[in-house]
């Protein structure tokens, strides 16, 4: 089992920067690839970004490359999601989720393990 907390969300003004982070506990922490997914009232959960087990890989959903960018330190258990340029459609709650395998990093099925959401919202 793998336990994951975010922090970070809020308000913002449109343009403004947020960074969430997530904790992961409960195994190795760097055996895991994890992700950032998202899902706004009324839609499905999206795919966000990820990064593999290293960080030497990086994926974006193509609406957020370019402001968000993704990292992890294997040694504090945690990922972050950096968030710049903000928009009043990236209003949504934030997902973390890890699983061991990177084939398929970018839809919900391709996780085991999720946190319990924080919330992200943008004022025009």
């Known amino acids: 089992q793998v336990q994951l907390v975010e922090s970070g969300g809020g308000l913002v003004q449109a343009g403004g920067s947020l960074r969430l982070s997530c904790a992961a506990s409960g195994r190795t922490f760097r055996n895991y690839v994890m992700g950032w997914f998202r899902q706004a009232p009324g839609k499905d959960r999206e795919f966000v970004a990820a990064?593999?087990?290293?960080?030497?890989?990086?994926y974006y959903k193509d609406s957020v490359k370019g402001r968000f960018a993704i990292s992890r330190e294997n040694a504090k258990n945690t990922v972050a999601l950096q968030m710049n340029s903000l928009k009043p459609e990236d209003t949504a709650v934030y997902y973390c989720?890890?699983?061991?395998?990177?084939?398929?990093?970018?839809?919900?099925?391709?996780?085991?393990?999720w946190g319990q959401g924080t919330q992200v919202t943008v004022s025009s």
């Open positions: 990064i593999s087990w290293s960080g030497g890989q990086t």
């Open positions: 989720a890890a699983d061991s395998s990177m084939r398929n990093y970018d839809v919900v099925p391709g996780y085991d393990y």
